[in-house]
């Protein structure tokens, strides 16, 4: 219930959506499928100039000689790629161009264009937890030619049925390998167990629960198996150091140091470990504070170095949300809400409470978020809002039910409103999630 799911997400999960007046958790769909334009560009004049053709009698435009479309098969391989690595680099780490967007993105350009990818290197081993893209750049196969790429091997317009993968993908790789390439013999065990199938065992596949991991390694080589899949299954907790994916020297030096700053903070925000999430937070906040030092100041890094600041200076942390805030229009609708939470805990510190109120209803309109709410709740309780309160904390419960300080509050306030029953029933629903709480950390 209070996980959303963003626009950020839909990109590669929907056709077209966007933020419905700038919040995190609504969305509204122009186009649910992914559709032509997402590879092809605008089709608008391709559709209308076919359709007259057929209403004329005319043959339809050949479709390398229709200049009203994209045609990636005509681009360059990272003209080419760029489309693909609208979704198929969403594992690294990655950071917005200033003043530019990946939805802003058209079939065609080039990625580096809108969006700095990275990839983590040295972190214990070279083969880091990547998808797609990265692994693929990082084969032989792809650094000793010209033209291998994704459309090598995927037909975009077309679903392989598992019964026909394996010869499609053999055939393909014998157009630049012979059979006897191969340094196992042919009737040996190892390639007699794999049916001849070169992707079992130069692509191998693993089972992992990670998200946005590739599943079948895309680095094509000689592998040791087992150690490739531990190393997908448990990465490294070594910390590494974040590397371009493409060239960025069409950016300024500030430009490049931003985008890095915003690439580690991202980075951090993916880790489980505490030590590498610490580690790559600090690596953030210090590339940021040097660049907008050195006067690079954009919404979007006035709202990171504003989150990475707040647990040590929570007013330098609402200075630089409330300065974010000022420029709304260009915060991803994630800036925006963590903006304006940082802004409502800094104004609660300081016991500004009437300031609080306001930055937190507009809060709750744009984040599905229980924790706003039960601020809110808290922060009209102590106004003597207690109906208001009551109404938040409702609210705070709704989305988190499973919260023992929700039902705390509620009981609190349902008391001091002479609703005892309703108090004592929210009463015993805190105590039996605090009970269950206590029960699961014992265990």
């Not at 899949?229 to 150091?241: E, F, H, M, N, V």
């Not at 709704?398 to 029953?421: C, F, N, S, T, W």
Request: charged share 25%; proline share 5%.
């Amino acid at each position: 219930f209070e996980r959303p799911i963003p626009v950020d997400c839909l990109i590669c999960h929907a056709g077209r959506s966007e933020s419905v007046d700038g919040a995190f958790h609504r969305v509204r769909f122009h186009e649910r499928t992914i559709g032509c334009e997402r590879c092809h560009g605008a089709g608008a004049e391709h559709v209308t100039t076919q359709k007259a053709r057929a209403r004329d009698g005319d043959a339809p435009v050949d479709s390398r000689g229709d200049t009203s479309i994209v045609h990636p098969g005509s681009l360059s391989r990272e003209r080419l790629e760029s489309i693909c690595g609208q979704c198929h680099l969403s594992n690294g780490s990655a950071a917005s161009l200033r003043g530019r967007r990946l939805d802003d993105f058209r079939p065609g350009q080039r990625l580096a264009e809108y969006r700095a990818h990275y990839v983590l290197d040295g972190g214990g081993s070279n083969m880091t937890v990547v998808g797609h893209i990265e692994q693929l750049q990082k084969s032989r196969c792809y650094t000793q030619t010209t033209t291998l790429t994704c459309t090598t091997c995927h037909d975009p317009h077309r679903h392989l049925p598992k019964s026909e993968a394996a010869a499609v993908y053999r055939a393909k790789c014998l157009e630049c390998h012979q059979p006897n390439a191969c340094g196992l013999p042919a009737d040996g065990t190892a390639r007699q167990a794999v049916a001849d199938r070169c992707v079992d065992c130069h692509m191998p596949g693993t089972k992992t629960e990670i998200p946005h991991v590739a599943s079948t390694h895309h680095r094509i080589g000689i592998h040791n198996t087992t150690a490739d899949r531990d190393r997908l299954a448990r990465p490294s907790l070594s910390p590494g150091t974040l590397k371009p994916l493409h060239d960025l020297s069409h950016l300024p030096p500030l430009d490049q140091d931003r985008c890095r700053g915003l690439a580690y903070r991202q980075l951090a925000s993916k880790q489980k470990d505490p030590r590498l999430a610490s580690t790559f937070r600090l690596r953030a906040r210090r590339i940021l504070q040097t660049t907008y030092d050195a006067g690079l100041q954009d919404p979007q890094l006035l709202s990171a170095l504003a989150d990475l600041s707040q647990a040590t200076n929570p007013p330098i942390a609402g200075q630089l949300a409330r300065r974010a805030l000022e420029s709304d229009a260009e915060l991803t609708a994630l800036d925006r809400a963590n903006s304006l939470g940082i802004l409502g805990n800094s104004l609660i510190a300081a016991g500004k409470l009437d300031e609080a109120i306001p930055v937190l209803q507009r809060l709750v309109t744009i984040h599905h978020n229980p924790v706003a709410w039960l601020q809110l709740s808290q922060c009209q309780m102590s106004t003597g809002d207690t109906p208001g309160a009551i109404a938040s904390a409702q609210q705070a419960a709704k989305i988190g039910a499973h919260r023992a300080e929700v039902h705390d509050l509620l009981a609190r306030l349902y008391q001091q409103a002479g609703q005892a029953p309703r108090a004592r029933r929210h009463r015993q629903i805190a105590e039996s999630l605090s009970r269950a709480g206590q029960d699961g950390r014992s265990r």
